[in-house]
Nanobody
Framework: VQLQASGGGLVQAGGSLRLSCAASGRTFSNYRMGWFRQAPGKEREFVAAINKSGSSTYYADSVKGRFTISRDNAKNTVNLQMNSLKAEDTAVYYC???????????WGQGTQVTVSS
């Protein structure tokens, strides 16, 4: 499956951004989808995930209550609504797809999110 992330940009602290990830190539609804991020000099970290049907979501503690992941299986897209952004949210954000437990096989190219304080 091919993944194309978009929606990143520069925003002030406290602001909002909505990331989108468009999938193509395989049956989107067969995959659990996730968002990850990597800040300069840091390891890539998990941000959020959503199961195949969209009925269950999972979040890192650092974003819980501020970020919301959603998917539209008819449109082959997964979104990440990010509110109350903080400077520490600055990173390249990646969407990923997987159909094995805790494994992601396909990755998008990343989109830069910069939060100014």
């Amino acid at each position: 499956v091919q993944l194309q992330a978009s929606g990143g940009g520069l925003v002030q602290a406290g602001g909002s951004l909505r990331l989108s990830c468009a999938a193509s190539g395989r049956t989107f609804s067969n995959y659990r989808m996730g968002w990850f991020r990597q800040a300069p000099g840091k390891e890539r970290e998990f941000v959020a995930a959503i199961n195949k049907s969209g009925s269950s979501t999972y979040y890192a503690d650092s974003v819980k209550g501020r970020f919301t992941i959603s998917r539209d299986n008819a449109k082959n897209t997964v979104n990440l609504q990010m509110n109350s952004l903080k400077a520490e949210d600055t990173a390249v954000y990646y969407c990923a797809a997987g159909n094995r437990v805790n494994l992601y096989d396909y990755w998008g190219q990343g989109t830069q999110v910069t939060v100014s304080s």
